[in-house]
């Protein structure tokens, strides 16, 4: 039913999504930790920082991006003379800013989980002779689990979503950084109707069944 | 050589707590009103919270001295602490709970000791429950038992029977005097109700507004005499 570029396109978004999400739960959940345990100068600067992708339009984001990475960017020019590489226009480009965009939901909603968790359980590890490290895993990240969950789930739909930051730094080259938002806007821009409406559908019935098998599993248990 | 010697200052806004005291193997009462410095007296003596300026040392343990600059951080105090809202972990079972408190032990030890105190306790048949499937009195003796696993060095109660009722009140409390006696464990607990002070203490320590008025037996401390303010307000 579908050609292969769409398969391919699905298959993208999804490794792209799920990388993304990977390393913004490494970077947020322990950030978010900082953000809600530790008092220091500048945390608030650092939050409302880290959350201006939520707020600002994508391709913002991505003209920051491309100020950052690209061949003459900051990061992007010593890059590109060290390793004769850049991430432009790559897949890798692709996970970066679904990161980047997705990186605010994990951030906000660990803060939130783990600043609920009641600050007398942790009072009591640390009493009872736990060290910190050992008290987040043991008793601050259990009960903040669902927070964070929600978190992640909500990175991973937007990271399967990203469209305007991926198309300034990944561009739309078939098979290689055409995600499904890419593909679904390609398909439309050129009149192929018919196959918008299944990458559409499929689309959203992934996204559904992402968010239904997330809402059980942190649901399921007490 | 047991025992709890504890000096402690402290400026906040609109309260001073300016305090210094010292017991021995005794279970000793903190007693007084509401924000007479009661609680935040354990939490300095737990590390939780940090004085300006005093000393605290249980037995020849220094965890606290400006002087010598000494601060440990509260796992390293060994100390037992019981909470005003017990703190028991919600997602732990009974058993995981106590033997939560048992670090540094060895694994059998812990397991062993584990067992004594949910038999001793009355725990039975309750290890694999969880905290919000047992009564209030089988909570306080779960956090009891948590924070004598490891055999502190002092034992700090904040308020802990004030959820029950008052036959329960009497048993912990008893089952409290017991278990101190038999591990000669510094004790402190802070309690509004005098007559178990005066039931419980071997020393009174009256608090109000962040001093000490009276510290002494309970027979003397609790005494409503003119000018005892406090304790015939709670008595009465």
Known sequence: MFDTAALEALALSVRVAAIATTLVALVGIPAGYLLARRAFFGRELIDALVTLPLVLPPTVVGYYLILLLGRHGLLGAPLYRWTGWSV???????????????????????????EAVDRTLVDASYTL?????????????????????????????????????????????????????????????????GRAHLLVLLFTGISALALFGANRLTRSTP | MNGLAVALRKRLPGFELDVSWEIGADLAVLFGPSGAGKSLTLRMIAGLARPESGRV????????DTVRAVCLPPQRRSIGYVFQDLALFPHMTVLENVLYGGHGLEREERGARARDLVQRFGLAGLQQHRPDEISGGQRQRVAFARALLRRPAVLLLDEPFSALDARLRYDMGELLREVQREMRLPTILVTHD??????????????????????????ETLEVKPGAREPRRALG
């Open chain 2, 194 to 219: 005098a007559g178990e002070a005066m039931r419980l203490a071997d020393t009174v320590i009256c608090y109000d507004g962040g001093c000490v008025i009276r510290q002494g037996p309970p027979g």
């Open chain 2, 57 to 64: 040392a249980a037995g020849d343990a220094i965890l606290f």
């Open chain 1, 129 to 193: 002779g736990h060290s910190e490290p050992w008290t987040v895993l043991r008793v601050t990240l259990p009960l903040a689990r669902r927070g964070i969950a929600a978190g992640a789930v909500l990175s991973f739909a937007r990271a399967m979503g990203e469209f305007g930051a991926t198309l300034m730094l990944a561009g739309n080259i078939p098979g290689r950084t055409s995600t499904m938002p890419l593909e679904i806007y390609g398909a439309v821009a050129s009149g192929e109707w």
């Open chain 1, 88 to 114: 432009m226009f790559t897949w890798q480009a692709a996970v970066v800013a679904s990161f980047v965009v997705a990186l605010p939901f994990m951030i906000k909603t660990s803060r939130a989980a783990i």
